[in-house]
């Protein structure tokens, strides 16, 4: 989105709504919503009801609209509902990278814009309904490998239908690398899932290779 100096709220992302068929390989980008140096942020786009039923290699990534920087509001962060995906949502052999034509991608909740230079955290994206075969990642935004924090949890995940959450990149059964923290230096190199305190519900069968909550 643009920036505005008006009073009312900036203009909203692009949502995508309403995508179905086959691929080979697809990325979907919602779009971000409107800065305003005057007023309210504009909204990130959503991305909800997606069917796709034959996938030839993966679904690399469903980016949601980040939220527009607002004077007195900012502007919330779109939404990732009601998808079902025949594959992986995520490339399985790649490090941590959610935006990188050959990154491992994933599903990221769009991040809400800043007030006073903050991000409104509480205002993040969501997660829900999701059906694949596997999901790389989940997190809000899409942050550098070397620059994720707190700011970036989804804030709900829920009604997740999936054999495996987190990239194994390695295949070694454990998250790697394991001196990674939220807020850290150490670039992340698997998938993992981070989300507000909580925000998560999934079934007791269904582990995470790694879950950060703040």
Partial sequence: GGTSASSKSAGAGGGIDGVSGAVDTATLIAGSGGKNTGG?????????????????TFVRALLAGNGGDGATRAGAGGSVSSVSVAGDIGDFTHNFDLTGASGMGGIAAGQAGKVGGNVAVTKNGSITSITATRIATMIAGTPAANGIGTANAVLKIAKITADAIGADVNGDGDFDPAGFAVGGAIAAEDGFILVRAGGLTLAATLVPLKTFTV
């Fill in 40 to 56: 309210a942020g504009g909204a990130g786009g959503a991305i909800r009801r997606i069917d796709i039923d034959v996938v030839g």
